[in-house]
């Protein structure tokens, strides 16, 4: 089973107060540490678990710069068998354009199943990885909490809203998008990372993949970004932390909640 | 001009509430551009949702097929696909829901048309649509705008628009029939309830909610500790499933639970759109994060920007000197 799993480098925002850069169309990244997508983490191990039981090859592939090996170099750590980087230059590309990016790359590789996360944690369009199987002409299904191959093909489980499963049937060759919680990501050992540094690290460009520059016009743009408008909000609650306490006991009680 | 489409999205044999609000929305969007609005339903045979689309669009165009019972990727794709070749609607809204989320992306992809995901508004700027859409879980917003195109597609964050306007319209109801030759590669095998359990959150007077912010698994029972001597019952958020830390039927949101405690004291909860959904019904929130620009104090009614377990202690020594 040769299992593809596309990964992205994102900056971390929680617990971060967000700056909207001069352009006005994006945030000020620099001062930002950056961490693997949490949804790939799900993703890979997925992937790496099946390579394991059922042997086969998992590629992991990411559209970035040289800092973003990272998260390459975390897949492989986990048991990745190698990996490709797709360098994108000077181009921001929409979720269109990623999947667009994604699907020339791919489409020469030899694949079973391919993996994507639901959505990332910046963006959250939740687009690229449904798109990327239509433009393979894949089987797929979006929002995955358990798989389960057999015979030529895997019974998903999807997540829908109100704590309900939709049980399927999807034939293989698919794409799967996966979402958090589906297994326990393994934590990356230091043998992992040893191993990792002798698994092959392709780095290709978008004039190799074949692109021109007519070939990447975005589907959409960001015309501004701006921070939440200002509601009325949460009244705060100042004070020690005993203070603190005999006013939520004091609201819980107006509220017909005794204690 | 081209129509707006809103395609219907139902299960278990019920109209679920994205497709009135899409209505609601188009019908508002369609009085703007002078365009009618048409609904889009794929059923199983004799569905009996069509009159009530009929109520808030001017065409419902119906689509009976019994492999249509239920949702089904590689149907939706390829009949909405042909439709929308055929009539070229100036503006498609599809639910960002499990579903939507599932055939949105291919339908753009196949069709040619840019697609905006998550709306949680829709504007017209000269006469082309823009969409209002939130960014890193709801800490930034975005303003997105589109390549000019015969038609655009959006799909709509469930909530986002109100369904409180009234339902006068006779549309006409006018079956289709499904395009030839089409094959499904996905089988829909059943439906599983996976958030019944042992708790039953639902019927709580007071929730004491956790997020990730507690951490670590072991801090779970310092929070498990303080429900039992408030008489609350415990719930938490998506990370604390996902990690294993408890099981499902305690979890609030979008894919848990939906809650109506009189109070719900959230605990390290930074306050996704998804958790934040599912405690809409409750009567008073009170919330506790480190963060003090934690989205959850956008929706609660009283904020304490400091360390959960700074105030779970509190709340503990309170309660048991009361």
Same mark, same amino acid.
């Given at each position: ?33 950056y ?48 990996a ?48 990327? =199987? ?6 797929? =299904? ?21 704590g ?7 034939q ?6 996966i ?24 780095v ?5 993949l ?24 949460a ?11 005999e ?13 | ?20 609000e ?19 339903? !794929? ?8 009159d ?10 119906v ?51 840019? !697609?905006?995901?998550?709306a ?16 890193y ?20 964050r ?10 006068? @319209? ?72 996902? @990690?294993?830390? !408890? ?17 719900? !004291? ?31 104090f956008?929706?609660?009614?009283y ?14 020594a309170?309660? @048991?000197?009361?």
């Amino acid at each position: 089973m040769n299992i593809i799993v596309c990964v992205k480098r994102v900056p971390l925002t929680q617990e971060v107060d967000l700056e909207i850069d001069d352009t006005g169309k994006k945030i000020k990244e620099d001062a930002l540490a950056y961490v693997i997508n949490d949804w790939d983490n799900y993703a890979i191990e997925a992937a790496v678990q099946l390579q394991e039981n059922l042997g086969g090859e998992v590629t992991a592939v990411t559209i970035g710069n040289e800092d973003d090996e990272e998260v390459l170099r975390r897949a492989l750590a986990m048991g990745a068998d190698r990996a490709i980087r797709i360098d994108p230059g000077d181009l921001t590309p929409d979720g269109y354009l990623n999947a667009k990016i994604l699907a020339k790359t791919i489409s020469d590789l030899d694949y079973d199943l391919i993996f994507t996360r639901v959505q990332s944690e910046d963006h959250n369009t939740g687009m690229v990885g449904i798109m990327l =199987a239509e433009q393979l002409g894949l089987a797929h =299904a979006a929002i995955v909490n358990s798989l389960e191959p057999e015979d030529g093909t895997v019974k998903v489980h999807v997540e829908l809203e109100g704590g309900i499963d939709e049980v399927s049937r999807i034939q293989l060759p698919a794409l799967l998008t996966i979402q958090t919680g589906i297994n326990e990501p393994r934590y990356v050992s230091i043998m992992g990372i040893r191993k990792a540094k002798k698994k092959e690290l392709k780095v290709v460009s978008l004039a190799e993949l074949g692109f021109t520059p007519d070939d990447l016009t975005p589907q959409t743009f960001i015309e501004e970004v701006f921070l939440p408008p200002e509601t009325d909000g949460a009244e705060m609650i100042e004070g020690s932390p005993a203070e603190m306490a005999e006013t939520i006991i004091r609201i819980m009680g107006e509220k017909g909640v005794t204690v | 001009m081209g129509d707006i489409f809103v395609i219907a999205e139902h299960r278990k044999g019920e109209v679920r509430d994205i497709t009135f609000e899409m209505l609601q929305k188009a019908v508002a969007l369609a009085q703007a551009l002078s365009c009618n609005v048409t609904a889009v339903l !794929l059923g199983g045979r004799n569905e009996p949702f069509a009159d009530d689309l009929a109520k808030r669009a001017d065409r419902v165009l119906v689509f009976e097929d019994e492999r249509l019972k239920t949702y089904n990727s590689d149907l939706y794709v390829g009949i909405l696909a042909a439709l929308v070749q055929e009539h070229q609607p100036f503006l498609t809204l599809m639910g960002h829901t499990s579903w939507g989320m599932d055939y949105a992306p291919a339908l753009a992809v196949r069709t040619g048309y840019p !697609l905006a995901t998550d709306a949680s508004d829709i504007l017209l700027e000269e006469g082309r649509p823009q969409v209002i859409r939130q960014m890193y879980s709801g800490k930034l917003f975005s303003r997105i705008s589109f390549n000019p195109s015969p038609g655009y597609m959006v799909t709509v964050r469930p909530g986002a628009f109100k369904t409180d306007l009234a339902n006068d @319209k006779k549309g006409e109801v006018v079956p289709q029939s499904l395009p030839e030759g089409l094959q499904g590669r996905r089988e829909f095998l059943a439906f599983e309830d996976t958030a019944a359990g042992d708790v039953d959150i639902t019927q709580a007077d007071l929730l004491v909610s956790v997020g990730r912010g507690v951490g670590e698994a072991d801090n779970i029972a310092t929070v498990k500790e303080l429900a039992d001597i408030l008489g609350g019952t415990l719930s938490c958020s998506r990370p604390v499933v996902d @990690k294993n830390w !408890l099981p499902k039927f305690h979890q609030v949101g979008t894919s848990g639970k939906s809650v109506k405690p009189k109070v719900y !004291l959230a605990l390290g909860i930074s306050g996704a759109f998804q958790h934040v959904a599912g405690i809409t019904g409750a009567d008073c929130v009170i919330a506790v994060n480190k963060d003090k620009k934690a989205p959850i104090f956008r929706v609660a009614d009283y904020g304490i920007a400091d360390d959960l377990f700074t105030v779970v202690a509190a709340l503990k020594a309170r309660a @048991k000197g009361a």
